[in-house]
């Protein structure tokens, strides 16, 4: 009789392990389809066109490394490295361009799925797994964006996933995943380093709790000798200031303000994220449930938020780094910690009761994840068009090959010189329409650009009745009298002049 009942459990958890794998599989291709999906209705914003920028057609390996040793210092390279070979194979599509992050961040919800199945439960597991599916940050600012979020989420779960594998057992295998996947968060994004900081921190807890679990400092070793040459470079090669930086102070309403960007905008999910929180809490300090895994969970998101807090508000006010995007790093512990706290409290109570504790917490979860849906899909549409619009126009006029038409791209800084640069390639040579006169300067005086480009022709300049420009467009001068402004659309950057022959 029990070998018996063994067996029906055997063949009953089998089966509903084949389930919860059917239902994330099929989720995330639907995902998937909507991704492709909203990838067709996507625009390209400044930081986007920039990373187009540093891996535009005329450059090599070598010339991206470069310039993200130097004016790009402020950035990782590994992102911009895997998105070179789309870019340089496959048609100008945001397609393609975007698949790259497409893949990280369905691989990385994969295994932040299983991850919480393994060490949380089942319904823990499904949790996330709906989180997900309706968070506007996962979909549009993960993986609908050209950046390096897609890198730094997938590889954040990964090295958190191999980290807590480690733990549990140590061997030559687990110790090269678990290297390997800290290497590409350390090369993803700086953030990422903290984070990995963070992680270190748990696993000298984990030595001074056991001696024989020294190896756990091993892939963080690894992963500090490989980084810290490229770290040294940049710094030494850097041509921006690195001791300031854009963002300013952060308010002390950023910081829930944070979770809530994390979750998607969802503040439904953020009540679910304090109980998680405050279970966590309740779990590892009355009840000495130290593992690791939960404090990892608990504990990673509020402490880089109150280090980068404290260090932007007060330390290095003018250098401040407190922006919500960046703290992608601990959005997988973020959603752990709220998918605990649903897997808790829907084991509250006696048996026979917990039948109106799972339909109060599945009617919320689906509550939450129908607004969120919602406003995912809202987002995916309403995103404006800026880079596109300028080249269109120019499309339409398909004049940009004639002799008598110039295409000038004004840009304010080396950075927006990269951003130019990237729109040009993708947008128009790419397509078949590379101008015949094209001039890249940091000149906003037209009529300086056009003496220049005088000069250079000794004097006998090619002869254009149609001037376009692009970039920055908000702050050109032109005094002469040979050209007047027949379009000024500064919300898409473009002006053209033509000639007055009269």
Known sequence: MVIKNKMENQIKKRKTDQIFLGVSAVFLFLLFIYLIWAAGLKEFWYDEVATIGFVRSSLSLG????????????????????????????????IWLLLPGILMTLAGIWLLVRLADRTIGRKAAYAVLFMCLCSTTVINRIALELRAYALLFFAAVLVTDSFLRLKDQMDVKRLCIASGAMIILAFSHYFGILYLVLLGTGALICILRDRKKWKLLLPFLVSAVVFFPWFITAMHASKVDTGSFWIAPPEWMELPETVGYLLGGNYLLCILYAIGFLWLLYDIIVLKQTDLHRMIYALTGPVMMAVIFIYSRWVNPGGGLYENRYFIAVLPCILLTASYGIERFMEVGEKKHRKIVYGIVVGFLLVSCTVGGRRSFSDSKGQYARY???????????????????????????????????????????????ASHLIMTQNSSLDAVLKEESEAYAGNSPYFRKIYVVGDTDHIVYLGSDYTVTIQDFFYKFTVLERQDG
């Open 63 to 94: 010339d991206v490394l470069h310039y993200y040793q130097t004016i790009e210092v402020t950035n990782l390279p590994l992102y911009a490295l895997l998105v070179y070979g789309f870019y340089h194979t496959l048609p100008p599509e945001n």
């Open 388 to 434: 596109s619009y300028a080249a269109e126009q120019m499309i339409m006029e398909d004049d940009l090959k004639d002799q008598d038409v110039l295409l000038i791209c004004i840009s304010y800084d080396d950075v927006g010189g990269v951003v130019l640069e990237g729109w040009y390639d993708y947008y128009l040579r790419k397509k078949g329409y590379a």
